[in-house]
């Protein structure tokens, strides 16, 4: 059971960064130059946002993981 919330954690961290690229990248693609430039900002803010967010949930979800496998019962 563990395993597999790792696992969700895991695709759920990849889908926060491909969002902040996607945000970037619409950002990126803009036509006028101001509107082009706030968005390329905010784009890159997304981007390390979201690896941060992820990076985070990561720890969180590997320390979970080592805490409730400690506290599994060990048999001969």
């Given at each position: ?28 693609v ?25 990076g ?7 320390d ?13």
């Amino acid at each position: 059971m563990v395993g597999l919330m790792q696992i969700m954690i895991y695709l759920f961290c990849v889908y926060l960064i491909y969002k902040g690229v996607e945000i970037f990248q619409i950002a990126f693609v803009s036509v006028e130059n101001r509107t082009r430039q706030i968005g390329i900002f905010i784009g890159g803010i997304a981007i390390i946002a979201a690896i941060g967010i992820a990076g985070i949930a990561l720890k969180m979800a590997d320390d979970l993981s080592e805490k409730i496998g400690n506290n599994m019962p060990r048999y001969p």
